[in-house]
T-cell receptor, first 111, second 114 residues
Framework: GEDVEQSLFLSVREGDSSVINCTYT??????LYWYKQEPGAGLQLLTY?????DMKQDQRLTVLLNKKDKHLSLRIADTQTGDSAIYFC???????????FGSGTRLSIRP | KAGVTQTPRYLIKTRGQQVTLSCSPI?????VSWYQQTPGQGLQFLFE???????NKGNFPGRFSGRQFSNSRSEMNVSTLELGDSALYLC?????????????FGSGTRLTVV
């Protein structure tokens, strides 16, 4: 089956950029997502990228997709304390069916 | 526009009991999916419904079941609860025609089995 891997923790200084990485095994996914989960809350869709794109920028967020290496990353510029959360990489197919999630990366911000 | 609403938010049940969780999708969304989130296993897909039909099912025992009503609201049921069923159960809805926008999740129901 498909496997999606992320590192468990990332600590960055407030104001710096955060880069959260994700690797996957199945390259047939059409959509690649980044979700954010704050404590006690559900998942919030941050951004997504189609598999035929290499990059997508949305305000402070930049998503990079390297299909050859099966690597997806999320860069958060000017990281703020409100960015503290767990970030999930997820892959979806061409139909509205199940999404495969990574294990999540807990981002902590230090002053 | 209201988001995905899950009720109840918290639930405590005793081992062996059964439980029903409810999910009201965003108005106009016809696809509803359920996920189980635990610290050990992460987010695992339970099932997906579209127009009252189950389209996909994850690798869970038959004690886990669900259904979708004509108004797209969905319920999931867990019978004969086990301690390992303690988890955050998340529901997500999506527009069938706009798959690229992904799924909108509710805040979840936290189930504790004692």
């Amino acid at each position: 089956g498909e496997d999606v891997e992320q590192s468990l923790f990332l600590s960055v200084r407030e104001g710096d950029s955060s880069v959260i990485n994700c690797t996957y095994t199945d390259s047939s996914s059409t959509y690649l997502y980044w979700y954010k989960q704050e404590p006690g809350a559900g998942l919030q869709l941050l951004t997504y990228i189609f598999s035929n794109m290499d990059m997508k920028q949305d305000q402070r967020l930049t998503v990079l997709l390297n299909k050859k290496d099966k690597h997806l990353s999320l860069r958060i510029a000017d990281t703020q304390t409100g960015d503290s959360a767990i970030y999930f990489c997820a892959l979806g197919g061409s139909s509205a069916s199940k999404i495969i999630f990574g294990s999540g990366t807990r981002l902590s911000i230090r002053p | 526009k209201a988001g995905v609403t899950q009720t109840p938010r918290y639930l405590i049940k005793t081992r062996g009991q059964q439980v029903t969780l409810s999910c009201s999708p965003i108005s106009g969304h016809r696809s509803v999916s359920w996920y189980q989130q635990t610290p050990g296993q992460g987010l695992q897909f339970l099932f997906e419904y579209f127009s009252e039909t189950q389209r996909n099912k994850g690798n869970f025992p038959g004690r886990f079941s669900g259904r979708q009503f004509s108004n797209s609201r969905s319920e999931m049921n867990v019978s004969t609860l086990e301690l390992g069923d303690s988890a955050l159960y998340l529901c997500a809805s999506s527009l069938e025609q706009v798959r690229g926008y992904g799924y909108t999740f509710g805040s979840g129901t936290r189930l504790t089995v004692v």
